[in-house]
């Protein structure tokens, strides 16, 4: 029988390079004045939380991180100061979440069978989600993290209810959210191209008449949105036992 790094190195020879693009370059609107991707969440940046999980991921390759003109000196700075060795590119993001994954993905190198986009203010994603998300997209070329839905959904207009939709068919989805590299490229560039306004990836890809599957997702990988996912923050820290 071979030696176990021989066979470890001959499974990760089977896999496709997988290129992690971070969306960074929002205006944490909702975060009511606070620039959530720099901001210190426990002893490290939000951002930096978030790369320090793709970096340990041995299924990634290298990550482009996207990000507004106005603070890329101090991302940069911060990728040389916490010694983020897989950052290859910082790039500029444009007026939208889909536009700015585009500008990344123009940069992923020509290598990359994956694109693993990762939103920057995802920072609790685990190396079992990452793991789990990049596997099945390489088998069935797109793959999202999902958790199902827990509260009753209504569908509502001008605030009246016009019908409870059926919650076991319901599914919050997380990122990252993995492609094959040409397909979504084609997709984001077609949904560009005809102005159509997406929340998500996947959307793109879906549109195409593609499908996407999900794999399981974990209620703590969390997208810091408002004030409020700054102390839902702080206490999954703690539950990981890092006392903040
Ligand atoms: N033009 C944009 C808009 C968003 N994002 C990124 O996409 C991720 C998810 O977006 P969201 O949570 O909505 O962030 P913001 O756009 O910054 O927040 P808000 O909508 O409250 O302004 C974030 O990491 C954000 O930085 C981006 O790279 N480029
Ligand atoms: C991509 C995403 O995180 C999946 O849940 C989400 O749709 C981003 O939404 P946002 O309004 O740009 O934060």
């Known amino acids: 029988m071979a030696p176990i790094f021989d066979r470890l190195r001959r499974r990760r020879a089977d896999m496709p390079f997988c290129t992690a693009v971070v969306p960074a370059a929002g205006s944490s609107t909702r975060?009511?004045?606070?620039?959530?991707?720099?901001?210190?969440?426990?002893?490290?940046?939000?951002?930096?939380?978030?790369?320090?999980a793709l970096e340990a991921c041995t299924r990634i390759q290298e990550i482009v991180v996207v990000t507004r003109e106005d603070?890329?000196?101090?991302?940069?700075?911060?990728?040389?100061?916490?010694?983020?060795?897989?950052v290859t590119h910082i790039v500029t993001g444009g007026a939208t979440r889909t536009q700015s994954v585009l500008n990344g993905i123009r940069e992923a190198s020509p290598q990359a069978g994956l694109i693993a986009i990762h939103d920057g203010a995802r920072p609790f994603v685990t190396q079992e989600v990452l793991e789990e998300v990049i596997d099945r997209a390489a088998q069935c070329g797109a793959a999202a993290p999902a958790v199902p839905v827990t509260d009753t959904v209504k569908r509502a207009m001008n605030g009246i209810v016009e019908e409870t939709v059926d919650r076991d068919t319901l599914f919050a989805v997380?990122?990252?959210?993995?492609?094959?590299?040409?397909?979504?490229?084609?997709?984001?560039?077609?949904?560009?191209e005809e102005g159509v306004t997406l929340t998500d990836d996947c959307a793109a890809v879906e549109r195409l008449g593609m499908k996407v599957a999900l794999t399981r997702g974990?209620?703590?990988?969390?997208?810091?949105?408002?004030?409020t996912d700054l102390d839902l923050g702080l206490g999954i820290l703690n539950g990981r036992g890092e006392f903040v």
């Open 71 to 86: 603070i890329i000196v101090p991302v940069s700075q911060l990728c040389r100061d916490f010694a983020l060795e897989k």
């Open 174 to 192: 997380q990122t990252p959210q993995v492609f094959e590299a040409s397909l979504i490229k084609a997709a984001l560039q077609r949904a560009v």
């Open 31 to 52: 975060m009511e004045g606070q620039d959530k991707i720099l901001l210190t969440l426990g002893d490290y940046p939000v951002l930096v939380r978030t790369l320090q």
């Open 218 to 227: 974990d209620r703590a990988n969390i997208k810091l949105t408002t004030p």
